[in-house]
């Protein structure tokens, strides 16, 4: 997004006492950079600073207040690049000239558009727009986030250190796992709407557009407090760019195209303003996608093929005292599962893992068809969110959402039966109110803080010939307060949470007598109004969660370095499949059954990580553990009868899992740093992770943890021209070691061997008055390595993607209606 | 029940409708109702005449926590019979037939009989333990246009020769062998590759074991 600024043209007054216009390079300028919309100074934004003449640039940061001054600059025209995360760039040419009196000398004022909400200065003591301050999180944004786009959320993601992918066995199907968390263990929160979708499946993907995202932002660790139980592992924060708050008509279109799996989409968005009706702003949104089945180095993964496309708008009114936006977003998605993914019974599932690679490959085509199995989906998100200032108390945010996800799910069935196998609905609503009270200084420290209260009611319908999970209603509410104590080097937070909720599962006859038969139900919960009937059976759970963090920059000298702690309790509350699971779980040849009486479970975790956040260099090393009580554990649990310890099915005999709590240590670890060199067109950047998890009840290894894994990239930055710039080349490589922490009993194959993956890219911009073309290049895999990852479903039938190419152009365009004289 | 809710959704929620309906609704058209087989009865009819005996494996909770069963099959020895299998849905009200829709795609369907007391084309020739033989007593064609590829024998009739005394399993097997990509995936030869211990192509739907008495 380029601002209305793009290029402004600016006269400048550097201060200097030698009048020659040919003089030596002694000018000086000085500018203020100030977040539009608070006017604030921007510490720390970054400029690159491109002198006349095809000098090599500099750079230089602003200071604490936004002031920056750069001395020993040469008459001449000089091009300066401003940026900020979570604030959209600024290109600028500055004409350095002598002033022609003292009174010229000005500094230029640079005003970024935040990427964020509108907030009023009450409440905002420090500025910095990290959801959090005290936990460790990364975001990606701006030119990062557009190298991402048209891939599905969790591969957006997967770059961050700490964050994996478990993959299912479709095309572009994924969730995130951050630390070893993944499904019902981390929240994913969509313009401050919880995402809501069938999260306890392993093969459901979250039905997320991050098109729609002008920012993703990862919690690494526990981010409860704000967000609810489900956030116990992390957080996936997306937001939408801020509607535009200047009349004027921006936008971004932009394509992508993929050689691997052959495909590619289309994307727009348009933000309108008018000039009237000032305050009034709209935008719409759209994306398209398709792309055919993948390929193997050496051969096609049958059937995983997919479309998808989404549309959203939003309305919405700004003014100093109140903010209202209505929006309504739409996903479609069909995604082919792979024809190599046998999972009919365990027998065959065994050959499949034996035979290291699918049956009848020959016949295997990549193509855009879509057969069964496949999986078709619908999410519609609607919301309103309004934010009122008072007075000087402080803001009000309210938030209401509904969310509809209707997934689909077709098997390979005999030609007469035309339907799904598998049909959810889940309707959810929400509302969410949040208190920012003022600033209160007490001397040199400030508190600010969030009162909160949110409260959903859900409801989901299942429909199919066989039990899996029952029918359910569920209300939940929970109440919360952070306080945030400031001070100049030191912040501490403190966060507090209550939850409850009461869920009511519907369980059909077949359903309920054989979990009554198997004593998974507590029968004092459930109420069997007449004999053939089924049952209903009702939940209560209430549960209090804490944190308490620290923020501290301990050297004077140097603010760039800071220290961040954070303690939490969190409770995280059963999810339906761990009550009620009852059936063939969908992605692997066991029966799955959960257990009614199953309780909430608490962990407390602890995580430090230091900073440096310096002009040229940004190294972040992070630690953690988490100690979880009664954790919620799919394990297998011997049977008697004719197949024990299996069960016998029409389908041969198939292992039984079941949740149990048992008590788990989760710890590990994240290093990641990137380098620009301060006068050599280089950078390097890189990070590595390690997750450990152990089940202490059984003294072993925890199930879908991800292996060890480290990533380095090196960049060469070409220098600007005139027509280009922000132009680089980057190789990259990816190794990934085998998962040796595995406990067999709880796996079906061994884990895959370590692999090494090369990629490799390049990007440029080019810029005119009120458009900005970006275009850029991936390689991925470019060894074309056969491998195997050990968090993908895939891995127990076929080998991982083979090499390919995605190639992305997009065009930002800002056509203000008035131009500010703002510069 | 989900174009129940789709109906109160409308009624909440009129940008969906707008936008393009939440779905295609098919009301009252339960049309997965058949897919499930909870039951496989084998038919035993002596060739020389004689009642029939008749022998099940039952799920009766489906993929529910209660372990399925099979009633232990007993022949007599010398005799030759003709094996019918049946696959049902007993967990619909009625009892569903699926034997029929097995039929009617006879030419995306296999029924083995194998196990260590059965010898016969999907058993291997080293089983020494066997106590009956098997040999396919239908073809494709039995059931239709034989449209694809070889006339095969699909399996649901075969002839079970009763020749040793003893205790032993046996085993049926129906996978379903649909086209992918237009290429036929029911050749001949699976029963042998089957015997073979390989990977067989196409999908499991029934795999029931029963414990043969021959006296």
Request: charged share 20%; glycine share 10%; proline share 6%.
């Amino acid at each position: 997004m380029i601002p209305p600024l793009l290029l402004a043209t600016l006269v400048l007054a550097p201060p200097v006492n030698d009048s020659s216009p040919r003089a030596a390079c002694t000018l000086t300028w000085e500018a203020v950079v100030l977040d539009a919309d608070t006017d604030e100074g921007i510490p720390g934004a970054q400029l690159v600073l491109q002198p006349a003449g095809g000098k090599s640039p500099s750079f230089v940061r602003s200071e604490r207040d936004g002031r920056v001054e750069v001395t020993g600059l040469c008459p001449g025209t000089m091009r300066v690049r401003v940026s900020k995360a979570e604030h959209a760039s600024l290109a600028l040419e500055v004409a350095v000239e002598v002033p022609q009196r003292q009174a010229d000398v000005e500094p230029t004022i640079i005003e970024l558009e935040g990427l964020h909400d509108h907030h009023s200065a009450h409440v905002i003591v420090i500025h910095d727009e990290s959801p959090t301050n005290v936990a460790a999180s990364e975001s990606l944004a701006g030119a990062e986030l557009a190298r991402a786009r048209g891939q599905g959320l969790a591969d957006t993601l997967s770059n961050m250190s700490g964050v994996t992918t478990l993959r299912g066995p479709a095309g572009g199907m994924g969730k995130p796992i951050i630390r070893g968390q993944f499904g019902r263990r981390n929240a994913i929160v969509v313009d401050g709407v919880r995402h809501e979708g069938q999260e306890w499946g392993l093969d459901h993907a979250p039905e997320v557009d991050p098109y729609a995202a002008g920012r993703i932002t990862v919690i690494k660790g526990a981010g409860t407090i704000r967000f609810g139980p489900d956030a116990v592992g992390g957080v996936v924060l997306l937001e939408g760019l801020p509607l535009p708050r200047r009349p004027g008509l921006s936008g971004e279109v932009s394509s992508v195209g993929f050689s691997n799996p052959l495909g590619g989409g289309g994307a727009a968005r348009i933000d309108w303003a008018p000039a009237r009706g000032r305050g009034f702003a709209m935008r719409v949104e759209g994306n398209l996608a398709r792309h055919r089945a993948a390929m193997t180095p050496t051969y096609a993964l049958d059937n995983t093929g997919a479309s998808t496309w989404n549309a959203g708008t939003r309305l919405g009114y700004a003014s100093e005292l109140a903010d209202v936006e209505v929006g309504y977003h739409l996903m479609r998605s069909r995604l082919g599962i792979c024809t190599c993914l046998r999972v009919s019974s365990p027998d065959e599932f065994q050959l499949s893992i034996d035979r290291r690679g699918p049956v009848n490959l020959d016949l295997y085509t990549a193509d855009f068809t879509l057969d069964r199995p496949r999986q078709e989906i619908w999410h519609h998100v609607a919301f309103a969110h309004a934010r009122v200032m008072l007075a000087q108390a402080g803001e009000l945010h309210v938030t209401y959402a509904f969310q509809f996800d209707d997934r689909q799910e077709f098997d390979i069935v005999r030609g007469d039966i035309q339907g799904p196998q598998l049909r959810f609905g889940l309707a959810t609503h929400s509302a969410d109110l949040r208190f920012e009270h003022s600033a209160v200084h007490m001397g040199t420290w400030a508190l600010v803080g969030t009162l909160g209260a949110s409260a959903s009611q859900q409801r989901n319908e299942f429909e199919s010939a066989s039990s899996l999970i029952p029918d359910y209603r569920q209300w939940s509410w929970g109440i919360y307060d952070v306080e945030r104590f400031v001070h100049e080097r030191v912040e501490l937070e403190i966060g507090a949470r209550y939850d409850g909720l009461h869920r009511l599962a519907l369980l059909s006859e077949r359903d309920y007598l054989g979990q009554d038969a198997g004593g998974r139900l507590d029968p004092s919960r459930c109420d069997r109004a007449s004999a053939g009937d089924g049952g209903r059976c009702t939940h209560q759970f209430h549960t209090p969660s804490l944190s308490l963090g620290v923020l501290g920059r301990p050297i004077r000298r140097v603010p760039e370095f800071s220290w961040r702690t954070q303690l939490d309790s969190s409770a995280r509350i059963p999810a339906i499949d761990e009550q009620f699971m009852n059936g063939a779980a969908p992605s692997f040849p066991i029966l799955g059954f959960g257990d009614a009486k199953i309780g909430v479970e608490r962990s407390w975790g602890g995580e430090t990580s230091l900073q440096y956040d310096g002009d040229w260099l940004f190294v972040e090393a992070a630690a953690y553990a988490t100690y979880i009580d009664d954790y919620i554990y799919f394990v297998p649990q011997p049977q008697t009868g004719q197949c024990a310890p299996l069960t016998c099915t029409t389908r041969g005999p198939f292992p039984v899992f079941a949740f149990v709590p048992t008590d788990a240590l989760f710890g590990g670890g994240e290093v990641r740093f990137d380098l620009t060199a301060p006068r050599l067109p280089f950078g390097l950047s890189g990070s590595a992770a390690w997750v450990r998890a152990l089940d202490l009840d059984s003294r072993s290894y925890l199930a879908f943890v991800p292996a060890d894994r480290y990533a380095l990239a090196g960049r060469y930055f070409w220098p600007d021209t005139k027509v280009s710039s922000r132009g680089y080349l980057e190789l990259n490589g990816t190794v990934v070691a085998r998962q040796t922490r595995v406990d067999p009993e709880l796996d079906f194959a061994p884990a895959p061997p370590a692999y090494v993956l090369l990629g490799a890219g390049a990007g440029v911009e080019f810029a005119a008055a009120q458009q900005l073309v970006h275009v850029s290049v991936v390689g991925t895999n470019l060894l074309n390595q056969r491998y195997r990852e050990y968090n993908s479903l895939l891995r127990y039938f076929a080998d991982e993607p083979g090499w390919g190419l995605q190639l992305r152009v997009s065009v930002d365009f800002d056509v203000p209606r008035a131009r500010g004289a703002a510069v | 029940m989900v174009p129940r809710m789709r109906n109160q959704t409308i009624a909440l929620f009129v940008p969906c409708v707008l936008a393009l309906g939440c779905g295609p609704t098919e009301p009252g058209h339960d049309d997965h109702d058949t897919e499930i087989i909870s039951r496989v009865e084998l038919t035993f009819t002596p060739i020389a005449g004689g009642d029939p005996r008749v022998f099940a494996f039952s799920d009766p909770d489906g993929d529910g926590g209660v372990s399925g069963s099979a009633e232990p099959i007993v022949l007599a020895l010398g005799e030759t019979y003709s094996l019918r299998v049946a696959f049902l849905n007993d967990l619909a009200d009625p009892a569903v037939d699926i034997t029929e829709e097995v039929e009617d795609e006879a030419e995306d369907h296999f029924v083995f009989v194998l196990g260590d007391g059965v010898a016969g084309p999907a058993s291997p020739s080293s089983v020494s333990t066997a106590l009956v033989s098997h040999a396919y007593a239908d073809l494709e064609s039995d059931y239709g246009a034989n449209a694809i590829g070889d006339d095969l024998p699909l399996g649901i009739v075969s002839t079970i020769e009763a020749t040793k005394a003893g205790t032993a399993g046996l085993r049926v097997v129906l996978r379903h062998l649909p086209e992918l990509n237009g290429t036929p995936q029911k050749t001949a030869g699976l029963p042998e590759s089957l015997a073979a211990g390989e990977a067989l192509p196409g999908d499991v739907d029934v795999d029931v074991s029963f414990e043969l008495t021959i006296q």
